[in-house]
């Protein structure tokens, strides 16, 4: 039991934590914030003295955020699939053409490209926009400053790079760095100023403290949970639930209000425009736009689910527990190898530009080659819209590991998450997307890329729900197929979205704000 001992981070809460020279010499480059207003007697004589004001500003400047952040939202959107569908409009041309290893050779080499832009531009021009962001932003509200993360160079910086390292096919989502960047607006906006840019506007120079730009900050992360998920319920008890130390009822009502602004603000425009094209119908909202997962499909609810429910939260209770502990041992090997590095600058960036090309590239060989195992599959739903991949197939049929691994993860959460598709997917398709998937979703967290883990923690709960309702249904019999509704619960897909949410919350620690951000997200709870 050496291997689960030696390098743990995190001891029991029961025993308090002994620093160590190293660890305190790491603490003390970091600055402490002071939030709390200093409430002397010669303060309170003032305030006393002040007329009422009305906070019109905050509002203004909430305002302002929220639409920073939807325009954000939607170009980091746009852009993604933008360039996604160029690598597989490509790589399919060559699959129908039969040149399977052209198409190989094309998906690596345009991947690799897109990873390379996504870590030179880290490691060059700005390393402190690596990562999701999530961790420096929570340890910016919690009073540690630290430097860089709030710049504008460190916003366009994760702005490309994520939009890159996603669209290369890698195991990583935007939502992470999308929250990231909701923080970087607010605090960037709200000072109506820039050291980058040279200006220094003549407004609101009150809310110029470390209290005012906290609370902006929150609610800019508040509004990029929100512009990801199109969830502002969920973006504001993301904002109270994860993020922020300090709350009033005050700061909860303007960081709803900026969070509904930046929801409007990413689903008016995702709705009028689809990679960059307009679509002729600005102001019509339309749900598959802006609904990333749309189920439209319900069952009714019955008792009899909470049991296979309840051990489905057990199993991805300790597969969270497991990424999580795989995660941090990798980490803790990255940190072993960059000290054997040591202070040779140069070599140790290269060493953090090649591991996520080493990546990218066994993924993409994954992509292609092992879908090709899979034979074609008769297309039960063929009246469907779900985004099955032919991969080569003709039009009635298609592939079903191709469709879980070839597709983007959102399509694939879509395919997993779909009612009354019983056979649309295999047992093996799924088993084997898991064991692939899992290791290289755990191998691609903590690279210096500007990414998430939303999406991959999705997906690897969908997978495992929708294997256990392939249980469920081989032990019970098909019942989906019946005129009764009472065995309608009994659906691979229903499964999925609980294994999702269940595998995301194992990991997140997120309960309250997780639910209402798959419910939102699924259009409703069906």
Known sequence: MKFFERGREYESRFVNHQYQESEKEVLSKYESLDYFTPHSTVYKDWLKKQ?????????????????AVGMTGFLLHQGIQLLTSL??????????????????????????????ISAISVQVICPA?????????????????????????????????????????LPAGPEGPMISLGGLIGAGISQFKSKTLHFDMPFFKRLRNAEDRRNFLT?????????????????????????????????GWQTFFCCMVATFTADLFSSAFEKFQYTGSFGLFNKDSYIIFHVDKAIPLNLLIFVPAVILGVICGVLGALFTFSSLKI????????????????????AKVVEPVVIVVVVSVIKVLVADLFPCTTNPNTESTLPVEQYGCNDSCYNP????????????????????????????ACALSLLLYFPLAVWTCGTCLA?????????????????????????????????????????????????????FGGVSRLTMSLTVIMVTCCYSSK
Request: glycine residues 10%; proline residues 3%; hydrophobic residues 55%.
């Open 331 to 350: 980490l803790r090997l990255r940190k072993t190898l960059e000290e054997k590095i040591g202070g040779r600058v140069i070599l140790l960036k290269i």
């Open 51 to 67: 007329s009422p004001r009305i906070e019109w500003d905050r509002w203004v400047t909430m305002g302002l955020i929220g639409f």
């Open 219 to 251: 609610a800019g992360a508040g509004a990029g949970v929100s512009a990801a998920f199109g969830a502002p319920v969920g973006g504001l008890l993301f904002a109270l639930e994860e993020v922020s130390s300090f709350w009033s009822d005050k700061l």
């Open 87 to 116: 690598i597989k409009e490509n790589v399919t041309k060559q699959i129908e053409e039969g040149e399977l290893m052209m198409a190989c050779g094309l998906q690596v080499l345009i991947s690799v490209l897109f990873v390379l």
């Open 129 to 169: 926009a690596a990562g999701s962001g999530l961790p420096e932003l929570i340890a910016y509200l919690n009073g540690t400053y630290v430097e860089k993360i709030f710049s504008l160079k460190a916003y366009v910086v994760k702005f490309v790079s994520c939009i890159m390292a996603v669209a290369s096919g």
């Open 401 to 428: 590991f191709a469709t879980l691994f070839f597709n983007p993860g959102e399509e694939a959460i879509h395919v997993l998450f779909s009612r009354q598709t019983l056979n649309l997917l295999t047992p093996l």
């Open 451 to 503: 990414t998430g883990l939303v999406v991959p923690m999705l997906l690897i709960g969908a997978l495992v729900g929708r294997l256990l309702g392939f249980l469920a249904v081989y032990v019970m019999g098909n019942m989906t197929d019946t005129s009764s509704e009472y065995w309608a619960w009994l659906d691979p897909g229903a499964f999925a979205l609980i294994g999702a949410a269940a595998f």
